[in-house]
């Protein structure tokens, strides 16, 4: 069996790489940066993207599966090659915004690629994440200048989920039947604020972290000039509000799927203690 993973070198798609390749799967990357890749010498490398038919078409070549990370102005391109190569299976790495009822542009996005996946005609799996615990990194630089983290809602609770735990629900629905048609709900085993999060990842580095609460106008501001979209911020916002006003329950599906528990924050943060110092 041959899987194509796009997104091969993202947080996610390198986690998929390195758990197909341990299963003894071939494995096939697409990277608009194939020299800096930096991918084991197991895997066929593509250059290209998912917006460009003739990359598309020679990755596409004789695969069985495919992990699919979300570019919603390729995915005509991609169900289109996809269609003509044959490929029988994909796996989405889609979003939790999808199943919100307003309009948001995260969701709004996310969603255009699985009506497509499904019109098209593919044993299809959505793998519907909320928030990632990769998304501490930005707070990164300023601990590791041993300066002070700060963030808007402060006592939101929210699920945030190991990118390994995402990672091992997609290679378990590459590999095995019994997913197709399925729409996962993926989050991490507790709700936690961002205070906490900082906590954890204080305690894995042996140091403790400052704390301020942001207002959500001096938050948005500093997003905006690192360069996230208005609109994406707008939304980020929301759903931090959101878990103010009501924490998010955690769902169970990782261990449903993979029959093991997913990690707590304070795990991740020990996997990515390095990260911080």
């Given at each position: 069996?041959?899987?194509?993973?796009?997104?091969?070198?993202g947080?996610?798609?390198?986690?998929?790489?390195?758990?197909?390749?341990?299963?003894?799967?071939?494995?096939r990357?697409?990277?608009?940066?194939?020299?800096?890749a930096g991918?084991?010498?197991?895997?066929?490398?593509?250059?290209?993207?998912l917006?460009?038919?003739e990359a598309?078409?020679?990755?596409?070549?004789?695969?069985?599966?495919?992990?699919?990370?979300?570019v919603p102005?390729?995915?005509?391109?991609?169900v289109?090659?996809?269609q003509?190569?044959?490929v029988?299976?994909?796996?989405?790495?889609?979003?939790?915004?999808?199943?919100f009822?307003?309009?948001?542009?995260?969701?709004?996005?996310?969603?255009?690629?699985?009506q497509?996946?499904?019109?098209?005609?593919?044993?299809?799996?959505?793998?519907?994440?909320?928030?990632?615990?990769?998304?501490?990194?930005?707070?990164?630089?300023?601990?590791?200048?041993?300066g002070?983290?700060?963030e808007?809602?402060?006592d939101?609770?929210?699920t945030?989920?190991?990118?390994?735990?995402?990672?091992?629900?997609?290679?378990t629905?590459?590999?095995?039947?019994?997913h197709?048609?399925?729409a996962?709900?993926?989050?991490?085993p507790?709700a936690?604020t961002p205070?906490?999060?900082?906590?954890?990842?204080?305690?894995?580095i042996?140091?403790e972290?400052?704390?301020?609460?942001?207002?959500?106008?001096?938050?948005?501001?500093?997003w905006?000039?690192?360069?996230?979209?208005?609109?994406?911020?707008?939304?980020?916002?929301s759903?931090?509000a959101?878990?103010a006003?009501?924490?998010?329950?955690?769902?169970?599906t990782?261990?449903q799927?993979?029959?093991?528990?997913?990690?707590?924050?304070?795990?991740?943060?020990?996997?990515?203690?390095?990260?911080?110092?």
């Amino acid at each position: 069996m041959t899987v194509l993973v796009s997104g091969a070198t993202g947080n996610v798609g390198r986690r998929v790489v390195d758990r197909l390749l341990a299963a003894g799967v071939s494995v096939r990357a697409l990277t608009r940066r194939p020299e800096t890749a930096g991918l084991p010498g197991d895997v066929e490398v593509v250059g290209g993207g998912l917006t460009e038919r003739e990359a598309l078409v020679t990755a596409l070549a004789g695969v069985d599966r495919v992990f699919l990370f979300p570019v919603p102005e390729g995915v005509g391109t991609f169900v289109e090659q996809a269609q003509a190569a044959g490929v029988p299976r994909v796996v989405l790495l889609s979003a939790k915004a999808v199943e919100f009822a307003e309009s948001n542009p995260i969701g709004d996005g996310h969603r255009v690629i699985e009506q497509a996946l499904e019109a098209g005609g593919f044993e299809w799996t959505h793998l519907r994440p909320g928030s990632f615990a990769t998304n501490s990194f930005a707070w990164a630089p300023s601990i590791r200048a041993g300066g002070v983290v700060r963030e808007p809602y402060a006592d939101a609770r929210q699920t945030p989920i190991h990118e390994d735990d995402i990672a091992a629900v997609a290679v378990t629905a590459l590999q095995e039947d019994g997913h197709a048609g399925m729409a996962y709900p993926l989050s991490g085993p507790e709700a936690i604020t961002p205070r906490e999060q900082v906590q954890a990842i204080g305690a894995a580095i042996g140091r403790e972290i400052e704390f301020e609460e942001d207002a959500p106008e001096q938050a948005r501001a500093r997003w905006l000039d690192s360069g996230i979209p208005a609109a994406v911020a707008d939304t980020l916002l929301s759903y931090r509000a959101r878990a103010a006003r009501a924490p998010e329950a955690p769902v169970q599906t990782v261990e449903q799927v993979t029959g093991r528990p997913a990690r707590t924050f304070a795990e991740w943060a020990i996997d990515h203690a390095d990260d911080f110092r």
